[in-house]
């Protein structure tokens, strides 16, 4: 499975490198995600119990920290070369060949630099960064 | 392929490159097929809700007048479905750890079973520390 067939045999690097990011954000997705999404998307919204992000105070508080600015950035960030490692293989599998050429892999894992910037600027510019 | 083939590949002449034909709509032939393109498929939504709590960061940079958490029923039943990918995602990964990862100790090799294990309880102790946080740190 997901093998690059090229012609000259040489060490696939690049995979090598797409290949630990995809690992390891969906290896910390696999650990972190499910219960993110259940305190903060299903029992906060539901008033099951009281949660940070209901508050803005306590939201903005809790974000400016800065090792929760880095844990937000690694796992956003992480998560998205999975994402984009994951999808151009399930786009392989669902007969589209071309999702294995050069211009669809500048999309996809451009698109995860893109995110990565992306949070990088959000985190950066929504709380400053306080110990409190 | 045949041992004049493989001599042919290895001197440098183009190899010839299988291609498997693919018919559409492969992938819903068998159960184990589509739960297999079930679990490729988990990146989506898990994708939407993390997009979702980037916005949700972002929506606090505007001040505490115009912050509003999300609490309509469609975000809640958005989050349940994300949350059901998310959980097929976090058993297929840490189960596959087993066969990933191979670790010795005292010279003998640890058994799949128990690294297995020890990713399970790890995704627990995960998933309470972080709901204490979020729980904890709420008024």
């Known amino acids: 499975m997901n093998h690059e067939s090229t012609k000259v045999?040489?060490?696939?690097?690049?995979?090598?490198?797409?290949?630990?990011?995809?690992?390891?954000?969906?290896?910390?997705?696999?650990?972190v995600l499910p219960v993110h999404i259940l305190v903060q998307g299903v029992l906060g919204p539901l008033g099951v119990v009281h949660v940070v992000d209901r508050n803005?105070?306590?939201?903005?508080?809790?974000?400016?920290?800065?090792?929760?600015?880095?844990?937000?950035?690694?796992?956003?960030?992480?998560?998205?070369?999975?994402?984009?490692?994951?999808?151009?293989?399930?786009?392989?599998?669902?007969?589209?060949?071309?999702?294995?050429?050069?211009?669809?892999?500048?999309?996809?894992?451009?698109?995860?630099?893109?995110?990565?910037?992306?949070?990088?600027?959000?985190?950066?510019?929504?709380?400053p960064i306080s110990f409190g | 392929m045949t041992e004049g083939d493989e001599a042919e590949a290895s001197t440098g002449a183009t190899p010839r490159v299988y291609k498997p034909e693919m018919p559409r709509g492969w992938w819903l032939?068998?159960?184990?097929?589509?739960?297999?393109?079930?679990?490729?498929?988990?990146?989506?939504?898990?994708?939407?809700w993390l997009l979702w709590l980037l916005a949700e960061i972002h929506r606090a940079a505007s001040g505490p007048k115009a912050y509003y958490p999300a609490a309509s029923p469609a975000f809640i039943v958005f989050s349940v479905i994300c949350l059901g990918f998310a959980m097929y995602h976090s058993i297929t990964f840490l189960s596959l750890a087993g066969v990933i990862i191979h670790l010795?100790?005292?010279?003998k090799p640890v058994p799949p079973r128990t690294i297995v294990g020890a990713m399970f309880?790890?995704?627990?102790?995960?998933?309470?520390?972080?709901?204490?946080?979020?729980?904890?740190?709420?008024?």
């Open chain 1, 9 to 31: 045999p040489k060490p696939a690097i690049s995979h090598l490198i797409w290949w630990f990011l995809f690992a390891n954000g969906g290896g910390l997705a696999a650990l």
């Open chain 1, 56 to 127: 803005y105070d306590t939201w903005i508080g809790i974000l400016g920290n800065p090792i929760v600015k880095l844990y937000l950035l690694g796992l956003i960030s992480l998560a998205f070369f999975h994402f984009a490692h994951r999808l151009r293989y399930f786009l392989v599998d669902l007969g589209v060949p071309a999702a294995r050429t050069f211009p669809v892999q500048l999309i996809f894992y451009g698109g995860a630099v893109v995110v990565t910037a992306v949070t990088i600027w959000v985190l950066v510019t929504t709380a």
């Open chain 2, 29 to 48: 032939r068998r159960r184990h097929y589509l739960l297999y393109m079930v679990r490729e498929f988990t990146a989506v939504p898990m994708a939407l």
């Open chain 2, 104 to 107: 010795k100790f005292m010279g």
């Open chain 2, 121 to 139: 309880g790890l995704w627990l102790v995960a998933s309470v520390v972080i709901a204490a946080v979020l729980i904890g740190f709420a008024r």
